[in-house]
């Protein structure tokens, strides 16, 4: 269970936007947000919230630190909402819930760069794991991020193994495991940004950029190579979208 003592460390001082057009849901997930985040609104729909957004920022000199926004709404959906709020702010760090596993649905969001999905119905536990893990990333006027002070080489994957990501190192309880030089370059890019989905076409064209050729038949088979080499499966595949780093926490 995630520490809350933790958690508020990172959001005590931060502001959020829950976008939900169910009003039950809306309501009792803004009061657990309370708890943890100075400042908290609601909007019931895109519009709305696109409203709250601007006079947020007229009244505060600055955006809100997160949007946490459903997919499906009246009055603009999810899609339309962050492609709306990236016009504004495009460093925005946006999270959506959504009851869909389509590809048609989640697809476009990935291709804007949200931070991460949420599925409903909501747990709780992973929406505040997620919620401490995109506060980590927000720096406050006049101050390092927390993500810049804790900033480490070593990436904890699972509970028996880490990667290194200067060494390009792997290993699973401190034995080190050799790597291809095409393992190194996928860990590389998944543990970039942990719990985000890269899609084959983001992976493929990495890979380019390196001047190395990977295909989406040859991903698969590098994916099924990796997990044979931790002991815990980190490795997630999205059906229809691609893949990502599990994110760890310890217990």
């Known amino acids: 269970m995630l520490n809350s003592k933790k958690l508020l460390t990172y959001t005590k001082k931060l502001s959020i936007l829950f976008v939900e057009d169910h009003d039950d849901l809306r309501e009792n997930t ?67 819930i959504s009851a869909h596993d389509d590809s048609k649905y989640l697809l476009p969001l990935i291709n804007l760069g949200i931070e991460q999905f949420i599925k409903k119905p909501i747990d709780y536990q992973d929406l505040l794991k997620v919620l401490l893990n995109a506060s980590k990333k927000v720096t406050l006027p006049n101050s390092k991020s927390a993500n810049q002070e804790n900033k480490v080489p070593l990436i904890k994957l699972n509970n028996s193994s880490t990667f ?4 390009n190192i792997l290993t699973n309880n401190n034995t080190m495991i050799t790597l291809t030089k095409y393992e190194i370059i996928f860990l590389q890019l998944l543990t970039d940004n942990i719990g985000k989905i890269y899609s084959n076409e983001d992976i493929t064209d990495y890979y380019n950029s390196l001047d190395e050729n990977l295909d989406i038949v040859n991903i698969r088979k590098l994916v099924s190579k990796l997990r044979k080499k931790m002991l815990e499966n980190c490795i997630e595949s999205v059906y229809g979208i691609g893949y990502r780093i599990i994110p760890y926490f310890e217990h």
Request: net charge negative; no cysteine.
């Open 30 to 96: 803004t009061e657990i947000l309370k708890a943890f985040f100075h400042n908290v609104d609601g909007a019931a729909n895109g519009e709305e919230a696109i409203r709250k957004y601007k006079e947020f920022y007229e009244k505060e000199s600055h955006y809100y630190h997160i949007i946490l926004s459903d997919i499906q709404m009246h009055r603009l959906n999810g899609i339309e909402l962050v492609e709306n709020i990236y016009n504004i702010n495009p460093k925005q760090i946006v999270i959506i």
């Open 164 to 167: 290194n990501k200067e060494t």
